[in-house]
């Protein structure tokens, strides 16, 4: 248990229905991301946060997607008008980036497994 | 083509070989390089992790980096059942970790 901690861990929805995660970073770590795993294929980078800013967010995040993290502490990721193509593994990971440091290590969730039907 | 490429195999040996795991990339401004362990329906688990050019070892567990060929190696020492797993390497460009397919390693008893 790396501290990260997503919910729920699994998501059935009908296409067309909007869904939203949740995920818990460990409580110093500043940077939060969010990753899509498909079956067979290595997590994708959708966007990350530092703090409560947005800084960056992936080609892959169409605007049905849509992430937040209000507070610089949990963060939320919404999918509106599920498509079946939407059926993944959602990865939340965070890390402490800060002072010198040339990298910072990130910590994966768990996961939300979404099915869309 | 992908950024960084993995062969997803799957990979099987016997417990007690010496297995290699590799990557290759095209992103020549890639400077830390991290091996990641996933289990089935688990998040991903760092290994390891090296800077540019050059070797790590930690326990059983060795990375290589070369970054004039862009190849990124992992090597197991003394396998074991536990080490089966998929192993997902991941260059980090700016903020974001770029992760090749994963391969999927299995250890037989």
């Known amino acids: 248990d790396t501290g990260v901690s997503q919910d729920p861990r699994h998501k059935i929805t009908k296409r067309g229905q909007n869904v939203t995660f949740r995920c818990d970073p460990i409580?110093?770590?500043?940077?939060l991301y969010w990753y899509r795993q498909t079956l067979g294929q290595g997590p994708e980078f959708l966007t990350y946060?530092?703090?409560?800013?947005?800084?960056?967010k992936s080609r892959l995040l169409s605007d049905r997607f849509s992430a937040e993290r209000p507070k610089g502490s949990f963060s939320t990721l919404e999918i509106q008008r599920t498509e079946q193509g939407d059926s993944a593994m959602y990865l939340c990971?965070?890390?402490?980036?800060?002072?010198?440091?040339?990298?910072?290590?990130?910590?994966f969730g768990p996961g939300t497994r979404l099915t869309v039907l | 083509q992908k950024e960084v490429e993995q062969d997803p195999g799957p990979l099987s040996v016997p417990e007690g070989a010496i297995v290699s795991l590799n990557c290759t990339y095209s992103?020549?401004?890639?400077?830390?390089f991290m091996w990641y362990r996933q289990y089935s329906r688990k998040g991903p688990e760092l290994l390891m992790y090296?800077?540019?050019?050059g070797n790590k070892e930690d326990g059983r567990f060795t990375a290589q980096v070369d970054k004039s060929s862009k190849y990124i190696s992992l090597f197991i020492r003394d396998s074991q059942p536990s080490d089966s797993a998929t192993y997902l390497c991941?260059?980090?460009?700016?903020?974001?970790?770029?992760f090749g397919q994963g391969t999927r390693l299995t250890i037989n008893p």
């Open positions: 946060f530092q703090n409560e800013a947005q800084l960056e």
């Open positions: 090296t800077y540019s050019s």
């Open positions: 991941a260059p980090q460009g700016a903020q974001k970790l770029v």
């Open positions: 992103n020549s401004a890639f400077q830390y």
């Open positions: 409580s110093e770590h500043n940077r």
């Open positions: 990971a965070s890390s402490l980036r800060g002072g010198r440091q040339l990298t910072d290590t990130q910590y």
